[in-house]
């Protein structure tokens, strides 16, 4: 039996079907349609160039990638991931550009280094995506970002000692999950001395382990750029900045956890760029597996920008 066929035919933006042509020629069709087609509410792009929705700086659970080093001992922090815009549409109407992307990230804490091989103890890993809403790039105003993250912790070999087959300071490996969606609002404003960003925000858990604790977390912050004081190198601005991140979370009972930073990024500010800065951590240990501990940590770092 002969297959059939149908034919497309289009006039005026719409389009007719009729049987001699296969469904399967027309869906083709009509994605180059729509992706030729004048835009009538914005412009609709893949892979948009940039990120719409900056990292915090000095937010603990960020999609960077860099290495930060406690001064007082052998202990680092090491940050690996990124957020990639995937889709975006910039409207007509407004000066509103909204993306949707991907969150992939993860940190380790490594206690200490034998040799050239780090002791890790823990590893914070980060999976979902987001949705970000935000005025043109370089511009002032209002911006948000909507994310949905599942994160879990993991006890690592670092903290194993094999000879004796115990787990050090006695902690032994938990559960830690938080599935959760967050919401920040941010007020962007761009002067002649560089930038400033003002952002505070809400979480809440759909599911958290261990059961007791709490689904609500907070923070805010304050970032502020200097972009004229140290000229440039190699034709990529010199910012100054200083940043500063404060959140709540119940551990089970709620507790602040502070951090500030201070530094040199080479390249512009809500562009590609390398980081180099000085910080001073206090409250919760970031790490899932630690949770009901404290940490205080100053020391310094880097981190690697892919805007």
Request: aromatic share 12%; charged share 20%; hydrophobic share 40%.
């Given at each position: 039996m002969q297959a059939r066929r149908e034919s497309v035919a289009c006039c005026g933006g719409v389009c007719y079907i009729s049987k001699n042509f296969s469904a399967m020629k027309f869906l083709p069709a009509m994605v180059l349609l729509l992706l030729n087609s004048p835009p009538v509410y914005g412009q609709f792009e893949?892979?948009?160039?940039?990120?719409?929705?900056?990292?915090?700086?000095?937010?603990?659970?960020?999609?960077?990638?860099?290495?930060?080093?406690?001064?007082?001992?052998?202990?680092?922090?090491?940050?690996?991931?990124?957020?990639?815009?995937?889709?975006?549409?910039?409207?007509?109407?407004?000066?509103?550009?909204?993306?949707?992307?991907?969150?992939?990230?993860?940190?380790?804490?490594?206690?200490?280094?034998?040799?050239?091989?780090?002791?890790?103890?823990?590893?914070?890993?980060?999976?979902?995506?987001?949705?970000?809403?935000?005025?043109?790039?370089?511009?002032?105003?209002?911006?948000?970002?909507?994310?949905?993250?599942?994160?879990?912790?993991?006890?690592?070999?670092?903290?194993?000692?094999?000879?004796?087959?115990?787990?050090?300071?006695?902690?032994?490996?938990?559960?830690?999950?938080?599935?959760?969606?967050?919401?920040?609002?941010?007020?962007?404003?761009?002067?002649?001395?560089?930038?400033?960003?003002?952002?505070?925000?809400?979480?809440?858990?759909?599911?958290?382990?261990?059961?007791?604790?709490?689904?609500?977390?907070?923070?805010?912050?304050?970032?502020?750029?200097?972009?004229r004081l140290l000229g440039d190198m190699a034709g990529k601005p010199l910012n100054l900045y200083f940043s500063y991140n404060i959140s709540a979370g119940g551990t089970p009972e709620y507790a602040a956890s502070h951090q500030v930073q201070a530094g040199l990024k080479i390249g512009k500010w809500f562009e590609k760029g390398v980081s180099l800065y000085l910080s001073y951590y206090s409250g919760i240990h970031p790490s899932g597996e630690f949770f009901d501990t404290r940490l205080s940590a100053l020391g310094a770092g880097f981190t690697v920008d892919f805007f």
């Open positions: 893949i892979l948009p160039p940039g990120l719409n929705f900056t990292p915090l700086k000095a937010g603990m659970q960020e999609p960077r990638i860099g290495v930060f080093k406690f001064s007082s001992t052998s202990d680092l922090k090491v940050d690996i991931g990124n957020s990639v815009d995937l889709v975006g549409l910039e409207l007509q109407s407004s000066a509103l550009k909204l993306t949707a992307g991907i969150d992939f990230m993860a940190y380790a804490f490594a206690a200490n280094a034998e040799g050239l091989r780090l002791q890790v103890e823990a590893v914070d890993g980060f999976f979902g995506g987001n949705i970000s809403a935000c005025g043109h790039r370089g511009e002032s105003g209002l911006s948000a970002r909507f994310r949905i993250l599942h994160h879990s912790a993991h006890m690592a070999d670092g903290h194993y000692i094999p000879w004796t087959k115990t787990w050090r300071e006695g902690r032994e490996p938990i559960p830690f999950t938080r599935d959760f969606g967050e919401i920040v609002i941010a007020k962007k404003s761009v002067q002649n001395f560089g930038s400033t960003r003002y952002y505070g925000g809400i979480s809440y858990a759909t599911l958290v382990r261990p059961a007791y604790l709490k689904r609500f977390s907070f923070l805010a912050g304050a970032e502020i750029s200097f972009d």
